[in-house]
């Protein structure tokens, strides 16, 4: 297991040194305290991180390259023969009413048959 020792050097600047064993890196640091007069050194041990790698692709276009005018894609023409449409059921407009608590709530004639509370339910917009 690699190991590091953090110091400053001599013109105050951080420094480090890397040792193959944590002996080495001690017998460093005694050197450093007792023949350079360093008391500020540490020492890190150092494990393998692991990382990996995946593909990215990033698209860009530049804008010089761009057309004029913006592409519009023509409808597929597929030939259905002419159906006359089916006629419109008229809905009436959703009204208002005040509940209990003073919030409104919308009521709309949605449903064909009103749910069993008597209330006609507006489903997935309700809340």
Do not use: C, I
Not at 37 to 63: C, D, I, N, Q, W
């Amino acid at each position: 297991m690699e190991h590091v020792v953090f110091f400053p050097g001599p013109d105050a600047a951080p420094g480090f040194r890397r040792f193959s064993s944590l002996d080495e890196a001690v017998r460093f640091v005694e050197h450093l305290r007792n023949a350079e007069g360093v008391a500020e050194a540490s020492v890190h041990m150092l494990t393998p991180v692991p990382v990996a790698f995946r593909a990215y692709y990033k698209v860009e276009v530049s804008p010089g390259e761009m057309p004029a005018e913006p592409f519009v894609a023509e409808p597929f023409a597929a030939e259905v023969p002419e159906q006359p449409a089916a006629p419109v059921e008229p809905v009436a407009p959703p009204m208002a009413q005040d509940v209990a608590d003073g919030s409104a709530r919308v009521d709309a004639a949605v449903d064909a048959e009103p749910a069993a509370n008597g209330k006609r339910s507006l489903g997935f917009f309700a809340h």
